[in-house]
């Protein structure tokens, strides 16, 4: 398994500004992924941190809005640039070990934008 | 991409009382996880099953790929199952998770 921590756990922030969430892994992961989680809902995949290259993003997501770094194998961090309050949402780190196949989370960064 | 279903999405049990939870998928999976998310958000991996049966304690999983489901069994359950459980899977060579809908469970003394 991976032990995963992440940072911050929650954070208000003020219309217009950035807010870099960090995601260190206890041990080398093939996958990193960062997802978000609207109040009530269901994940919904943001995108897959390449270690080295760009990220892939899903549909509807933007490396412009969401800019992601993921320099080595045991660490990523997600940016939510331009906030509005309809950001406002829980964002969660995960990843995968050698075999890709479970896959473990971060506690999430409850995001409040006002 | 594949759409996943669970049911119920809400449950209410009694202590001890035992329960199902299932996942439907549009298509055919091979990685299928279950999830538990506890009231304070954090994600727990309970089972990976691709297909088959498993055990852990009081909870137990079956996938039945070719039908294209799962089901999550609880047995004798406690305040601390309460939460949200979500089934989670991939197709083909895609590395994509997609999480279903989530079932919430409450479990009252």
């Known amino acids: 398994s991976a032990v995963i921590s992440q940072k911050p756990s929650r954070d208000i922030c003020q219309r217009g500004t950035s807010l870099t969430i960090q995601c260190q892994v206890d041990s080398q992961v093939t996958m990193m992924f960062w997802y978000r989680q609207q109040p009530g809902q269901s994940l919904t995949l943001i995108a897959t941190?390449?270690?080295?290259?760009?990220?892939?993003?899903e549909s509807g997501f933007v490396i412009d809005k969401f800019p992601i770094s993921r320099p080595n194998l045991t660490f990523s961090t997600l940016t939510v640039s331009n906030m509005s309050p309809e950001d406002s949402s829980i964002y969660l780190c995960?990843?995968?070990?050698?075999?890709?196949?479970?896959?473990?989370f971060g506690s999430g960064t409850q995001l409040s934008v006002l | 991409g594949i759409q996943v279903e669970q049911s119920p999405p809400d449950l209410i049990l009694q202590e001890g009382a035992n329960s199902t939870l299932r996942c439907n998928f549009s298509d055919s999976v091979n990685n299928l996880q279950w999830f538990h998310q506890n009231p304070w958000g954090q994600l727990i991996n309970l089972f990976y099953i691709p297909s088959g049966t498993k055990q852990n304690g009081r909870l137990s999983a079956t996938t039945v790929a070719t039908e294209r489901y799962s089901l999550l069994y609880i047995s004798s359950s406690q305040t601390t199952d309460s939460g949200v459980y979500f089934c989670a899977g991939k197709t083909g060579g895609y590395q994509k998770v997609t999480f279903g809908t989530g079932t919430k469970l409450q479990v009252i003394p």
């Open positions: 995960s990843a995968s070990t050698a075999g890709g196949e479970k896959l473990f």
């Open positions: 941190a390449n270690q080295g290259s760009e990220a892939t993003y």
